[in-house]
């Protein structure tokens, strides 16, 4: 069964905070992301757990592995139920990373970042990476699996291929996620009726929500949505 994650991209705390107050019960999930957390750090954090909520911590941690290792144990101390680190970071990385997590005993799951979701087959060959875009997903994935990390980030249509390679333990989360027809800097997008249907663990839906001007009636569609098409 899929869950949804909201993503809080706000850097205005009232604006964030009526949001969150809006949807009420209606979402267990939220993430916070580069900007909620640049622009109000741990309280965000506190301030969603104060309300049961479980948080995506998305800030795609790649550095070298002691550091990361540091930053997974206190990500684990503060309750984040889900964190991102960047695959590419490599197997000593991520190592680090999931052995920090074990050390500590906590439940929070560690989430790799294969090739970002804005990514077109040209922006990847503008890093140097030549290879066909699919192939660099699967390999970064491969690789994310092998050091024992708890699922990755992909798009919608990424799950044609990863669904086959990797046993349904590993988890699939997937941004760019529209309810309907929009223009934003998002490639590989795709609707909730197809990821839901496509093996998604969890999709994330940003801007859809928190720019409506009735997000609760936007979220009720999107469970709608996911009800109807489970597998």
């Known amino acids: 069964m ?13 604006q964030l905070n009526d949001i969150v107050e809006k949807l009420g019960e209606n979402v267990n999930y939220y993430k916070i992301g580069a900007i909620p957390f640049t622009a109000f750090g741990i309280d ?6 104060q309300r049961g909520k479980k948080i995506f911590l998305d800030l795609k941690f ?5 550091t990361v290792g540091k930053a997974v144990e206190i990500a684990c101390d503060m309750g984040i139920s889900l964190l991102t680190v960047h695959i590419s970071g490599g197997k000593r990385m991520l190592g680090s990373a999931v052995n920090a997590r074990n050390k500590k005993g906590c439940e929070t799951k560690i989430i790799g970042v294969t090739v970002l979701t804005s990514f077109s087959q040209d922006d990847l060959a503008e890093t140097g990476i030549n290879e066909d875009i699919n192939f660099q997903i699967t390999r970064l994935a491969d690789i994310g699996y092998q050091s024992g990390i708890d699922g990755i980030v992909c798009s919608v249509p990424d799950l044609k291929f990863l669904r086959n390679k990797f046993p349904e333990k590993f988890l699939m989360i997937c941004p760019g996620i ?5 223009k934003d800097d998002q490639k590989r997008v ?17 801007r859809p929500i928190i720019e409506s001007k009735n997000p609760v009636a936007v979220v009720e569609q999107i469970r709608r949505e996911m009800k109807e098409n489970e597998q």
Do not use: C, H, Y
């Not at 899929?2 to 009232?14: G, N, Q, T």
């Not at 965000?44 to 757990?49: E, H, R, S």
């Not at 795709?190 to 940003?206: E, N, P, Q, R």
């Open 190 to 206: 795709a609707t909730v009726s197809l990821a839901v249907k496509s093996g998604a663990d969890f999709i994330v839906v940003g």
């Open 44 to 49: 965000v954090v506190k301030m969603l757990q």
């Open 62 to 66: 790649f550095d070298i592995p002691n």
């Open 178 to 182: 529209r309810p309907f027809d929009t």
């Open 2 to 14: 899929s869950e949804l994650i909201v993503s809080l991209d706000i850097s205005e705390w009232k």
